[in-house]
């Protein structure tokens, strides 16, 4: 029998209620649309076989063993499912609190451990610690260190995954970006916005934060960029770390508050998914839970607050055929689709087309390439033969993850597609 009181098994400090867990009625529409089920046709793979293990952890039926255990991790969170369901399970939510209760019944061993530890632990929570570990990564591109490493093969004879992680490693920033201050509008001013930074995008995407401030300020916005911001914790929350999660989310929303932008603009898919759902984070903290509502509510995707601020004047040109890559947070956590399609089709000279199975994962999943790096390969093959099929010169996207994936890909492949970003593809049109 489904109560509406919270499930018994769990442990953590606020776990999902009996009635989110029998949400699920076992109707199966969800299963095409699952990536791992499609590729390995089995229920335990699917959303409703782990809804059901989910549940009978939280009667006590079932222990967080290896097996169970495997079969969480396998999932991607893309939250395909979510968007199809008839029902609404709250899926993303129900995983995101099992990784919870898995994560303080089994800490990590072994190489996750390791990569936990630096990850959630000693970079993130500290943006100064973030840029010098990604000074030492620059030098490690730049000075010939890493064709030599990779000509030795000596990550290969290293223990964990090293090699796999090596090899996903995005090109990292001349320059980094540092929020501070305020950018003026370039004319009249049209909307007071701020923008949050992120974690990787200030130093390996920092160029398309640049390109973002430059966009939104020809647009007629205020940019507004508190110093205070730190990292937004989906990689946390999809890991089972929700604890330090909601201590992230606390510190950007007092952040965000000394700002009284109308909106809180971000450009990658995962972060503004989590900050969109800081709500739900926080709705259990008695001081925090309406301010996080109220943070969340001014939170918008890149692609919304450009769709409608359209372009005022000579519109934007570039010649290319482009095919848009929807990023899983920003598909189905956010169910913002049309908004990107609209910017990219506002520039004159774009042939904007669309290419099989758009709304698959493309294998990136925050951390997922290197967890599970052999899924996320069989997934990325698929993503980057469906984008060359197109014969498209640019995939645009809105994800850092969703573009270190396709970038690896289409060069393993020898493809001439480039991958590019929304506001760098939108700056490149609109150069003054």
């Given at each position: 029998m489904t109560t509406t009181g919270p499930a018994a098994g769990f442990t953590i400090p606020d776990p999902p209620s009996d009635a989110a867990m029998g949400a699920c009625v076992h109707c199966g529409l969800c299963l095409p649309h699952c990536p791992t089920f499609r590729e390995l046709r089995v229920e335990t793979a699917s959303p409703r076989g782990r809804l059901?293990?989910?549940?009978?952890?939280?009667?006590?039926?079932?222990?967080?063993t290896d097996t169970f255990v495997e079969h969480m991790s396998l999932c991607l969170d893309c939250r395909a499912c979510e968007a199809a369901c008839p029902t609404g399970v709250k899926y993303g939510y129900l995983m995101e609190a099992t990784r919870a209760e898995i994560q303080a019944r089994r800490p990590r061993t072994g190489f996750a451990k390791v990569l936990g530890w630096l990850v959630f632990k000693q970079l993130f929570p500290y943006p100064e610690r973030l840029a010098?570990?990604?000074?030492?990564?620059?030098?490690y591109q730049r000075t010939g260190l890493q064709q030599l490493v990779r000509a030795t093969g000596l990550l290969k004879r290293l223990p964990g995954k090293l090699d796999e992680a090596e090899a996903?490693?995005?090109r990292i920033s001349s320059r980094f970006f540092e929020p501070k201050g305020s950018v003026p509008p370039r004319g009249a001013l049209r909307k007071r916005v701020a923008f949050f930074a992120g974690c990787i995008m200030r130093v390996a995407f920092a160029e398309t934060n640049r390109a973002t401030?430059?966009?939104?300020?020809?647009?007629?916005c205020q940019v507004d960029m508190p110093e205070e911001?730190?990292?937004?914790?989906?990689?946390?929350?999809?890991?089972?770390?929700?604890?330090?999660?909601?201590?992230?989310?606390?510190?950007?929303?007092?952040?965000?508050?000394?700002?009284d932008a109308e909106w809180v603009v971000v450009n990658a898919a995962g972060c503004g998914?989590?900050?969109?759902?800081?709500?739900?984070?926080?709705?259990?903290?008695?001081?925090?839970?309406?301010?996080?509502?109220?943070?969340?509510?001014?939170?918008?995707?890149?692609?919304e607050a450009m769709a409608a601020l359209p372009q005022e004047g000579a519109p934007p040109a570039l010649n290319a055929k482009v095919v848009y890559q929807d990023a899983c947070h920003l598909l189905h956590a956010q169910r913002v689709h049309q908004q990107p399609r609209d910017v990219l089709t506002s520039i004159v000279g774009v042939n904007?087309?669309?290419?099989?199975?758009?709304?698959?994962?493309?294998?990136?999943?925050?951390?997922?390439?290197?967890?599970?790096?052999?899924?996320?390969?069989?997934?990325?093959?698929?993503?980057v033969e469906n984008v060359d099929q197109t014969g498209a010169d640019v995939v645009v996207s809105a994800n850092p993850g969703c573009l270190?994936?396709?970038?690896?890909?289409?060069?393993?492949?020898?493809?001439?597609?480039?991958?590019?970003h929304l506001a760098d593809f939108l700056d490149a049109a609109s150069r003054d």
């Amino acid at each position: 029998m489904t109560t509406t009181g919270p499930a018994a098994g769990f442990t953590i400090p606020d776990p999902p209620s009996d009635a989110a867990m029998g949400a699920c009625v076992h109707c199966g529409l969800c299963l095409p649309h699952c990536p791992t089920f499609r590729e390995l046709r089995v229920e335990t793979a699917s959303p409703r076989g782990r809804l059901h293990l989910m549940r009978a952890l939280g009667e006590g039926r079932v222990e967080a063993t290896d097996t169970f255990v495997e079969h969480m991790s396998l999932c991607l969170d893309c939250r395909a499912c979510e968007a199809a369901c008839p029902t609404g399970v709250k899926y993303g939510y129900l995983m995101e609190a099992t990784r919870a209760e898995i994560q303080a019944r089994r800490p990590r061993t072994g190489f996750a451990k390791v990569l936990g530890w630096l990850v959630f632990k000693q970079l993130f929570p500290y943006p100064e610690r973030l840029a010098l570990f990604a000074g030492f990564l620059r030098a490690y591109q730049r000075t010939g260190l890493q064709q030599l490493v990779r000509a030795t093969g000596l990550l290969k004879r290293l223990p964990g995954k090293l090699d796999e992680a090596e090899a996903l490693l995005p090109r990292i920033s001349s320059r980094f970006f540092e929020p501070k201050g305020s950018v003026p509008p370039r004319g009249a001013l049209r909307k007071r916005v701020a923008f949050f930074a992120g974690c990787i995008m200030r130093v390996a995407f920092a160029e398309t934060n640049r390109a973002t401030v430059r966009v939104l300020s020809r647009a007629g916005c205020q940019v507004d960029m508190p110093e205070e911001q730190i990292c937004c914790g989906a990689l946390h929350i999809h890991s089972g770390e929700r604890e330090q999660a909601k201590d992230f989310a606390r510190k950007n929303i007092a952040a965000f508050e000394q700002s009284d932008a109308e909106w809180v603009v971000v450009n990658a898919a995962g972060c503004g998914a989590a900050l969109k759902e800081y709500g739900e984070l926080l709705e259990h903290d008695p001081v925090w839970a309406e301010r996080a509502q109220a943070f969340s509510a001014r939170v918008r995707d890149f692609s919304e607050a450009m769709a409608a601020l359209p372009q005022e004047g000579a519109p934007p040109a570039l010649n290319a055929k482009v095919v848009y890559q929807d990023a899983c947070h920003l598909l189905h956590a956010q169910r913002v689709h049309q908004q990107p399609r609209d910017v990219l089709t506002s520039i004159v000279g774009v042939n904007l087309v669309e290419m099989r199975d758009g709304d698959r994962c493309c294998g990136s999943a925050g951390i997922y390439n290197l967890t599970e790096p052999e899924m996320a390969e069989r997934l990325g093959a698929n993503k980057v033969e469906n984008v060359d099929q197109t014969g498209a010169d640019v995939v645009v996207s809105a994800n850092p993850g969703c573009l270190i994936q396709l970038r690896a890909g289409l060069e393993k492949r020898g493809s001439k597609t480039k991958a590019v970003h929304l506001a760098d593809f939108l700056d490149a049109a609109s150069r003054d």
